[in-house]
């Protein structure tokens, strides 16, 4: 039997905590054989954003042009793409060739506050990408961006936009609402909750705040737990809820297990090596 394949289309974070290295990461602790496509080189340390280096356009086709004629990917998840350009030449690849269920983390705010995208990268996000894919991830301010709004303040605000980017785009939307009752520099006392809204409605999936400074590609990482579990499931619609669940324990003992790490002087990376029971 073949094994599942999880595709990663992002940029590249030299201190391991973000981009495709969390998300090769991630896919490893779930069993899952990762491939992927590099969308720009970036200046980064756990204390911020110093530079981003796209890659061209042309480039980013060829490496999945390439790798799609040749490896059956069951599932992809989508991370930084620098530039309009490159949106696009994404989008040109996933119109003629199957990747799987796809899971957009629309990468425009990094957790240190850094802005990752442009007016044009969030235009080209919304209006070409977002009707491909079959689930988003936007954080609190993603999430405002896309709408043009100000980022939510208060869980009845998450759910509203939430509701109402899922109304505009016809995808199941996941936004994530770690960003609420503390800032992004570190945790808090209570719950950090998620909102899933569907065809099902509307699901709030919370779990217990983690006070630790090691958050650190917490956006890829549940992302591309995402798709790592939807790799592993037979064709066909996925059932977003259960997997959300399921990533998002993922995700609450990397938290847990990141501080342990010690790695940087800034928000550390979650511990990525929580590994996750193979498939009957």
Not at 215 to 236: D, I, K, N, Q, V
Request: charged share 15%; hydrophobic share 45%; glycine share 12%.
């Amino acid at each position: 039997m073949s094994a599942a394949v999880a595709l990663t289309i992002a940029g590249s974070d030299p201190s391991g905590g973000a981009g495709v290295q969390a998300d090769l990461k991630t896919f490893a602790a779930h069993r899952v054989y990762g491939c992927a496509a590099i969308t720009a080189l970036t200046a980064q340390n756990t204390r911020g954003v110093t530079a981003v280096h796209p890659v061209p356009a042309a480039v980013v086709a060829g490496q999945l042009e390439t790798l799609l004629t040749d490896v059956t990917v069951h599932a992809t998840k989508i991370g930084m793409l620098p530039d309009a350009d490159v949106v696009r030449a994404v989008v040109s690849v996933l119109r003629s060739r199957p990747a799987g269920p796809v899971v957009l983390d629309p990468v425009m705010v990094a957790t240190s506050g850094d802005r990752l995208a442009g007016p044009d990268v969030v235009t080209a996000l919304r209006d070409e990408l977002l009707p491909l894919v079959d689930l988003v991830t936007p954080n609190v301010p993603e999430a405002g961006v896309l709408l043009g709004e100000r980022p939510a303040e208060d869980l009845a605000a998450v759910i509203r936009q939430a509701q109402t980017l899922y109304g505009r785009c016809g995808v199941p939307v996941l936004l994530k609402g770690g960003h609420l009752d503390a800032d992004h520099h570190g945790g808090g006392p209570g719950e950090s909750a998620d909102v899933l809204v569907d065809t099902a409605g509307v699901r709030i999936v919370a779990r217990d705040r983690i006070d630790t400074p090691a958050t650190h590609g917490t956006g890829c990482t549940l992302s591309s737990a995402l798709a790592a579990l939807a790799s592993r499931r037979p064709p066909g619609p996925v059932p977003w809820a259960p997997l959300v669940e399921e990533a998002r324990s993922y995700l609450q003992e990397a938290l847990r297990r990141g501080a342990g790490l010690g790695i940087g002087h800034g928000h550390g990376p979650v511990g990525h090596q929580v590994y996750v029971a193979a498939p009957d």
